[in-house]
Structure formats: C-alpha cells, structure tokens
C-alpha cells in the first residue's frame, strides 16, 4: 500500500474523552515512547504507557552519540525516562499489548496479554524491531553488543585502531568494510557466504586497506570471555579484536498496526508502517514512532519523532474539542 499524505490522512473523530480511561495509550516504552509520553504528560493529558520489556539495545554496554547522554547505559537511560514520565503523572504498566480495535466511540480498545483491557482516546505504537537472520557463526549472537557490533557511528569510537573483522553482508558485501575503515587501517573483510566484490568494490577495498579473506566463517575464537580471532571452515584462524556483522533482515514488531489496518511501504530492508511526518498513520487516530517505522531509527531519532507524534496528537485532541465545543454552543 502507499505511504498516507497530509492531504489524504482522514481525521479521527473526537468523543472528548467520554467512555475512555485515557487520552493516549503508549504502547511500548522505548525512547520514542517514553519521549511521545513526555510531551503528553507535560500536556496535561492522560496517558498510559505499555511496555512489554524487550528494548532493542538492551545488549549494548552503552549509548553513543546521544547529546548529554553519550556513554550512558540504555537501562539507565530508559529508568530516567520513566522517572521523568512519572513526575507528570503518566502511568506505567509492564506487559505486552496483543490487539488493539476501534471502540465505535472515536477511540480504542487496548487488548492486554494478561487478559486485561484499556479504552483510549488515541494510540502511539512504538513497539521497534528485532534484528533476525544473523550470519549463521557458531559464537556471534552470544557476543552481539559486545566486541561483535553492528554500527560504527554507535561502537567505533570504543574500539578505533583494533583489528576489526567483517561479515560480508549477502547483497552489499564490501559497503561495511569500507565504512569502519574509517575507524581503524586494520581491517579484514571476511566473504562468508556473500559473492565476490565487483570490481569497483574492489578498487575501493584496495584504496580503504582492507583485507579480503574468502571462505566460509566457521565460528569465533573467544578467550577470557574476549574475541581473539575468527575461525574459518578450513581451520585457519584470522585474529581480530572486534566483529562487525549486519542482520540480514528486520522484522517490526508491527502486530497492533497491522490489526488496525495500517498502511505499509516498501524499504530496503522490508515492509515498515507508513506514517508522515508527525508519525500519523493511515488509521484515524493512530500515531506511531521509532523503529517500529524504520531500521535505522536511532534514539536520537526516535526521541524526536516521538516528541512530534506527541505534539501532533495533543494539537489534534484540543483543536478537535474546541471545534466541538463551539459546534455545540451555536447549535445551543
């Protein structure tokens, strides 16, 4: 389906809070979550946010890149959030959301995994992503956040200068490579399973230094709870220091959305919920944030984006109200 414009999102109708327990369920509890709860609380509204416990940073050490906060732990990061949240009297709640349907009311039901129900006015879904299809290596997804990495602009200022290792990624195999040399002159591309570099890619290889070892990856050598080198199927063991290797594939935790009749659009790297530039969806009434709209949503972007779907949620419920209100008083 096409991606909604401004022109065409329908606007939802309001009720004014009648029948409802909240102005806006959250539904997950993530940066962009936290930050659309944020901006809801501070508005007066009433809010819940549900949050079923699965952050997808949550086995990296540490953020980076994240104004005032770079180096902080993401747990940390995320108890502050809730603490602020909390301080403006938005409610938490620790469980999964499993559905979600219009109310008939101009709003929503909230269907729960524990059996439970909650009636909002608006929903904000940020529920992210999980990164699937690791490169199948004995070792790698046991080490994932930890020396095997996936983002230079998150990881690389830790580990500049080490040996660093690749995992040639299936449809663009020297792209990574080329990048992390940005960060170390040491640095080996290992072709797994992926085809030979063209020979662009492989001129830009040979200007980056970058290595290229060919052969199926067998597993990691690991000492001291450390990666000291990577295995190859026919017994070789290349050292290296730090791993970087890609999912092959992203899949959005997007079950609510897709219940509600969301529409889609096409990425890269899969089908993700089409929203405009406040985070409205094509339902009426449906918001949603974070990597739940795109692979490469980073915290800072998703605070942001769930800072706007807040705003523009709030806007929606006090202007769609006055409009009521003023209706009511000329017909009065």
């Known amino acids: 389906m096409n991606a909604p414009t401004e022109n065409t999102l329908p606007t939802a109708p309001h009720d004014h809070g009648r029948g409802h327990d909240y102005d806006a369920v959250v539904i997950g509890g993530g940066a962009a979550g936290l930050s659309a709860a944020l901006v809801l609380g501070r508005s007066r509204r009433r809010v819940l946010v549900v949050d079923a416990g699965e952050p997808r940073n949550a086995p990296a050490a540490h953020m980076q890149g994240v104004l005032s906060r770079d180096g902080t732990s993401p747990a940390e990061y995320l108890a502050a959030g809730r603490a602020e949240i909390a301080a403006y009297g938005v409610e938490w709640r620790d469980g999964r959301a499993t559905g979600a349907e219009a109310d008939g009311r101009g709003g929503f039901t909230v269907t729960l995994a524990d059996g439970g129900a909650v009636r909002a006015r608006r929903l904000v879904v940020t529920t992210g992503l999980v990164d699937e299809e690791l490169p199948a290596i004995d070792?790698?997804?046991?080490?994932?956040?930890?020396?095997?990495?996936?983002?230079?602009?998150?990881?690389?200022?830790?580990?500049?200068?080490?040996?660093?290792?690749?995992?040639?990624?299936?449809?663009?195999?020297?792209h990574q490579a080329l990048v992390v040399a940005h960060w170390s002159k040491d640095v080996t591309l290992f072709l797994h399973t992926a085809a030979e570099p063209t020979e662009r890619e492989s001129a830009l290889l040979d200007a980056a230094g970058v290595r290229v070892v060919r052969g199926e990856v067998a597993g990691l050598a690991v000492e001291d709870d450390a990666l000291t080198g990577v295995r190859l199927a026919d017994g070789r063991t290349v050292p290296r220091e730090v791993l970087f290797a890609a999912a092959a594939r992203f899949t959005p935790r997007d079950g609510v959305l897709r219940q509600l009749g969301a529409a889609s659009r096409e990425t890269p790297f899969g089908p993700f919920v089409a929203v405009d530039e406040t985070g409205r969806t094509s339902v009426p009434g449906v918001w949603a944030a974070g990597n739940v709209t795109g692979a490469h949503e980073q915290v800072v972007n998703a605070v942001s984006a769930g800072y706007r779907a807040g705003v523009a949620l709030n806007a929606e419920l006090l202007f769609g109200d006055l409009e009521a209100a003023a209706d009511r008083r000329s017909a009065g």
Do not use: M, Q, S
């Open 139 to 174: 070792g790698l997804a046991g080490r994932w956040g930890r020396d095997v990495l996936h983002c230079p602009y998150c990881h690389g200022w830790e580990v500049r200068d080490r040996a660093f290792g690749v995992i040639a990624h299936p449809t663009t195999p020297a």
